[in-house]
């Protein structure tokens, strides 16, 4: 018993080190994003600085959306409802850094255009996909049936999906936006040295961050499942 | 599949009659509230295209969901499974839609133009991208009609969930109309954006039709 336990161990302490380190990261991100990494010009006060936050963050609740709409499409050939609870838990993190992303970006254009929300292009991209999110979890809260949801759910998350080109590509280039150009230029980021490895650190931890956090909510989905299916053999009779 | 709900339609006129009444309700308070004189020279073409198609919108939200609805709600579902294909059943419930909004956009449109004395410089544009607009307007509905169908909650739901979906189209119509109004050449990358969004939105509803039918 003792030597079955100890790859389990190793692996908590494994875990809890890995968790440790992140903590630490990220607090180092934090600290150098407002006393190591330079106020970039052309920007109000430190506004700038928010890149570190805000720029990750957005890369982070389209990627949630994307790994959610991927698990909608595994439902809908495997049909096993794992991959449904799946999508739903990755849904629910980038409904919260879209939010987060949201949050940012009003305070930058207040301090920068002098108001928290006037409708620029990427500020509607943003808001449209919080919506689709927000859609998202009506729709599941408005079915009963776990498979009905499922279906509907990952049908209409690919349904949405669709509209992410014309939200993300084109819609932002049809108007003027005072929005900054691109982080990452085709040319090259066109970032400060310091200011450039800064975020690139910043994008790693919350990277990491979102594995973790996606990684426990996916370890509560294959609880909950392992919960449920010695019930579900019951009421069948076995 | 369409001549069935229209000759049920005709018969009942309940689609008919609640998209209709909203429309007519949201252009009379445009009109009340704001009337021709109230909205300056410069801002006419953008302020009038918006509410025209806020008027169109929300008067499609009451309207466009009950092609299923009224299925599960008279247990016609089952035996429409049976009878027909998912492709056939989506063929039918998008070209009774649309004929549904073509209505509704011949019936207030015109209205719209009288009572706010909107004037288009270029009319034949303008009607291109009504057209265009509504084809983009049903093109997204119409899935979305077949998910809340099966929802606990419909009424406020279809909306909900077919805003997000359509905002593109929306912001794309809005502005084309305003441009057509003010008698700009540029309209056709407008009406190219949503017949595209039409296209694409329409591809990927037949496709996931099925699915939403069969759960």
Known sequence: MERQS?????????????????????????????????????????????????VPQAMIAFLAFLISTGYGVAYLRT??????????????????????????????????????WNWDPRETTIVMVLFIYGAYFALRSGVDDPERRAALASAYG???????????????????????????????????????????????????LFCWITRLRLRLVDLEEAILEPEGARDAGC | MAAKDVRSELRSRSALNAIGMFALTCLAAVSFSIGPFRIGTDDRPFLL??????????????????????????HTAASLRLAAAPGVVFAGKFLFNALLLAALDLLIVPLF??????????????????????????SATTLVAGIIAKARVRSGLFAVLAFPVLFPALFTAIR??????????AVAPDLALLVSMSGALLAISVWLFPVVWEA
């Open chain 1, 6 to 54: 100890q790859p389990r161990r190793a692996a908590s302490w494994a875990a809890a080190v890995g968790q440790g380190a992140l903590g630490v990261w990220m607090a180092g991100v934090i600290a150098a994003a407002f006393a190591w990494a330079p106020r970039a010009a052309g920007f109000g006060g430190e506004s700038s600085r928010i890149v570190f936050f805000h």
């Open chain 1, 158 to 208: 690919l349904f949405a999906f669709a509209t992410v080109p014309f939200l993300f590509f084109i819609l932002p280039r049809l108007t003027v936006s005072l929005h900054p150009s691109d982080t990452l230029a085709p040319g090259g980021p066109r970032m400060d040295p310091r200011t450039l490895r800064v975020f690139l650190a910043s994008v790693a931890g919350h990277m990491a």
């Open chain 2, 176 to 185: 084309g109309c305003e441009r057509a109004a003010a008698g700009a050449l």
């Open chain 1, 79 to 116: 049909r096993r409802l794992r991959h449904d609870s799946a999508a739903a838990a990755v849904a629910a993190l980038g409904l919260l850094f879209c939010v987060l992303t949201t949050v940012t970006g009003s305070i930058f254009a207040r301090v920068n255009w002098g108001t928290y």
């Open chain 2, 49 to 74: 295209s918006l509410l025209l198609w806020l008027c169109l919108f929300f008067s499609a939200m009451t309207g466009l969901a009950r092609v299923f609805v009224k299925e599960e709600e008279m």
């Open chain 2, 113 to 138: 133009i009288l009572v706010m004395d909107y004037t288009i410089a270029r009319p034949g544009a303008f009607a291109a991208l009504v057209a265009a607009g509504s084809l983009a307007l049903v």
